[in-house]
């Protein structure tokens, strides 16, 4: 298997840019994820590996080889699409086999590349039979097989589970891994369904109009979001984002978002610092806030970090809220509350109710808030 390198990558369709001058490397034998929303340049970004696009500019690179100008049968990867692009009118075997015998490779080689593949996937049984004939599941199966039997330097999935049910899908997630995992394989994997993402990926990489937000493993994506677009994407329910301010309490820098209030210490205190650095650089000085000396800033928290009636010395947050509803999910709750303005989802384990009106105070896990730059919203 190889890396796969883009350098300074772009793609244009007329006076649209697609892909904005990415930079990414694939290591050998990785499950790169990238993921985003529709439109964010994943899929064109894979085309362009594929060679079924022509970048506007940049170079692609598999192992030590420039691709760029390479025509895509003469890259050595195979492509795995969304709708399996199966024919129709074939078998199993044939749809699996019609590659290898378009490169003329030995009718004995292509028995043995098809069988083992087809055993590996567990659909030996389903050689004769035509693709109307099998389940999304086994489609999908089969497709993996076609890719499988070229031993490619690279396989290229785009969101190949999107067609399948809720209940396959969880299981295809688990099934490729372990398949990459036994073929020692480089794949990079499109999706825009962010769990697959978490769980599929060795390293998951977050675009937003063709541009790279973080590249990074699920747990550093998810605890370190690089910006405020990055913790409402990745997460599921997303992150709370509310307006604060950064303010003083009796001497002391505090954090302050309607009944809210947080004390600055550790790396708060040095994020609200990194924020003072810029407000000192804003020659116009007329932010909202900057008058009384407030800064405005965006606070991010986990909804699993809003917790209720709990305190520790890592948490802090004297602050009454109010129900506003909930959602009962059998071993949770997702309960919204009012901060006086502010609204927060909080993850409650158990099986507790909550009324719409109920009072309660909530706590902050101070060691899992989030500042965001309220401008460019880059995390502080």
Do not use: W
Request: proline content about 4%.
């Amino acid at each position: 298997m190889s890396s796969v390198r883009l350098e300074s990558v772009s793609k244009h369709f007329g006076d649209v840019v697609a892909v904005d001058a990415i930079d990414l490397e694939v290591e050998d034998r990785e499950l790169l994820v990238l993921v985003g929303p529709s439109g964010c340049g994943k899929t064109t970004t894979l085309r362009m590996i594929a060679g079924l696009e022509q970048p506007t500019s940049g170079t692609i690179s598999i192992g030590d080889r420039d691709v760029t100008h390479v025509d895509a049968m003469d890259r050595n990867i195979a492509m795995v699409f969304q709708n399996y692009a199966l024919y129709p009118h074939m078998n199993v075997f044939r749809n699996m086999a019609f590659g290898l015998q378009m490169r003329k490779v030995a009718r004995q080689e292509v028995q043995t590349r098809v069988g083992e593949a087809a055993k590996s996937l567990g659909i030996d049984g389903l050689l004769e039979r035509r693709p109307a004939q099998l389940s999304g599941g086994e489609r999908q199966r089969v497709a993996l097989g076609r890719a499988i039997v070229r031993d490619p330097e690279v396989f290229l999935l785009d969101e190949p589970l999107s067609n399948l049910d809720a209940k396959l899908r969880v299981s295809m997630r688990s099934e490729l891994v372990s398949l990459r995992k036994g073929l020692g394989a480089t794949m990079v994997y499109v999706t825009h369904d962010q769990v697959e993402a978490m769980t599929m990926g060795d390293r998951i990489v977050v675009m937003r109009d063709g541009r790279i937000h973080q590249v990074g493993t699920p747990r550093d994506v998810y605890l370190r979001p690089a910006d405020r677009f990055v913790a409402e994407f990745i997460g599921n329910p997303p992150m709370n984002i509310i307006g604060g301010r950064i303010t003083s309490d009796s001497g002391r820098p505090v954090l302050v978002a309607g009944d809210l209030i947080l004390p600055l210490v550790n790396e708060l205190g040095q994020a609200a610092t990194r924020l003072d650095g810029d407000r000192d650089g804003d020659r116009d000085g007329d932010r909202d806030g900057d008058r009384d000396g407030d800064r405005p800033v965006d606070v991010g928290i986990r909804p699993e970090n809003v917790r209720l009636g709990e305190s520790s010395e890592h948490v802090a947050g004297r602050s009454e809220a109010t129900v506003v509803g909930s959602q009962y999910l059998g071993a949770e709750h997702l309960v919204e509350l009012d901060l006086g303005g502010p609204r927060l989802l909080s993850r409650i384990e158990g099986h507790g109710e909550f009324e719409a009106g109920q009072s309660c105070r909530i706590s902050i896990d101070l060691d899992a808030v989030h500042l965001f730059h309220p401008e460019t919203g880059a995390r502080l």
